[in-house]
């Protein structure tokens, strides 16, 4: 089968490694991709939410199966586009409808399931420019630390957490009023603050049944110690220590479970990845955020320990026949850390020589922001490469990781030397 992958970061060269290893594909296309999948698959310069370029790309090359990485596509409706066009009705999209996509798409729409189908979350309330006021007074009700969320797709950046009410105040309306993030933050979700360890479960759905994928936790702050700014991660550790099979069953139970059976309730359909942001309060897990796609820099983790056949589950969610597939997963730790570009996640430069990947060994390096320029690997974006390692213990990894990092450079590298830290 031909398949193609919208993308172009570092998840998606994580998927595109692993559909090839599959007997099931015959050629990959990825759109737009970057220097990774280039050298592995046939990169096509096509944006993933120009749809029409898509179907062009699809019917000329006999696409058989469409794979998304990213939510930009997914909250767009590329699942409706091909379920309602005559000549690509039949290609399977593997990834939600529109009306799931808002699981991510919309803050709002997803504290509204997980209330609905008494899945646990933190209590919140959400506001726009014309309650701004009464979004402040809210606040005062609540203990710091305070949780502001944008209920748009925000590029990971659109969530505030502060000490200080009268901040909180001025942010809120530093978002609803002066459009902070854009239509992002047109409506603010306020939570409650909930104080505990996170940790980040996937899952496969065909929209009736499910498979649990391998936990992971990445690290989203730029300094060391959780410090400084949000970044879209900086590493992810998988699996997760604190998530023994007690704990786990309890996720399956009280999140998973009522998750799949929400959107069946909801009639909503739903052929994908489901990522559950989880937070471990004492020992009970709620629910923090959905996402609609695989996380990146933790896709860099959980796809190397899969060890069956993902092109395979992805043909057994198109039919709706995953309850049916062989799902083994690798009892090794895997470990990533993410390599990124000086001054990230705030002004960055692009287009700095990267050297030293060929010389990486026992780890796989997987591209995140990079692309050629005649023939030579360059940075390309905030996050550049992430460097992944199996080991008997995450430690292991995380050093193997850490020694062959040190055999990559380019101007003005930067990464996070402790990751696994809280562990």
């Avoid at 990845?273 to 923090?288: A, M, Y």
Wanted: overall charge negative.
């Amino acid at each position: 089968m031909i398949i193609l992958l919208l993308g172009s970061g570092g998840r998606e060269h994580a998927l595109a490694w692993k559909m090839l290893q599959s007997s099931h594909c015959s050629k990959l296309f990825v759109a737009p991709g970057n220097a990774g999948t280039a050298s592995i698959a046939t990169n096509v310069a096509i944006n993933p939410n120009d749809f029409a370029a898509v179907k062009n790309l699809v019917l000329s090359e006999n696409i058989g199966m469409v794979v998304v990485g990213p939510e930009d596509p997914l909250v767009n409706g590329v699942y409706d586009f091909f379920k309602n066009d005559a000549d690509l009705k039949n290609i399977p999209v593997i990834g939600p409808s529109k009306h799931g996509a808002q699981l991510e798409g919309s803050k709002e729409f997803a504290k509204e399931f997980l209330v609905k189908h008494n899945i646990p979350t933190a209590r919140y309330q959400s506001f726009t420019k014309d309650t701004v006021e009464a979004g402040c007074e809210f606040l005062t009700t609540l203990n710091a630390p305070y949780v502001l969320k944008a209920d748009g797709l925000a590029a990971g950046k659109g969530v505030l957490i502060l000490n200080d009410l009268a901040e909180a105040q001025q942010e809120l309306r530093n978002m609803l009023v002066d459009a902070k993030f854009g239509d992002a933050s047109s409506k603010v979700v306020i939570e409650e603050f909930l104080d505990g360890i996170e940790l980040s479960c996937f899952v496969l759905t065909d929209g009736k049944s499910y498979k649990i994928l391998p936990t992971a936790k990445d690290y989203k702050r730029i300094g060391e110690g959780d410090t400084g700014l949000n970044t879209g991660g900086m590493g992810a550790v998988s699996p997760v220590s604190f998530a023994d099979a007690e704990f786990m069953q309890k996720i399956e139970e009280r999140v998973v479970k009522p998750t799949i059976a929400g959107l069946q309730k909801d009639n909503i359909e739903y052929k994908g990845f489901v990522f559950i942001g989880l937070i471990k309060v004492g020992n009970d897990p709620f629910v923090i955020e959905y996402n609609v796609r695989m996380g990146d820099p933790e896709t860099e983790v959980v796809m190397p320990r899969l060890k069956s056949d993902l092109v395979e589950i992805f043909k057994a969610i198109a039919t709706q026949t995953l309850e049916n597939v062989a799902f083994e997963i690798d009892p090794r730790s895997a470990t990533t850390i993410m390599v990124v570009s000086g001054g990230y996640p705030e002004d960055y430069a692009k287009g700095k020589v990267i050297t030293g990947l060929d010389k990486v060994d026992g780890s796989i390096a997987f591209h995140a922001g990079t692309t050629l320029n005649d023939g030579t690997i360059v940075s390309n974006g905030g996050r550049v490469i992430a460097v992944t390692s199996y080991g008997e213990t995450f430690k292991d990894a995380i050093a193997k990781s850490y020694s062959n990092i040190e055999k990559i450079h380019f101007d003005g590298m930067y990464y996070r030397k402790d990751i696994g830290f809280d562990l």
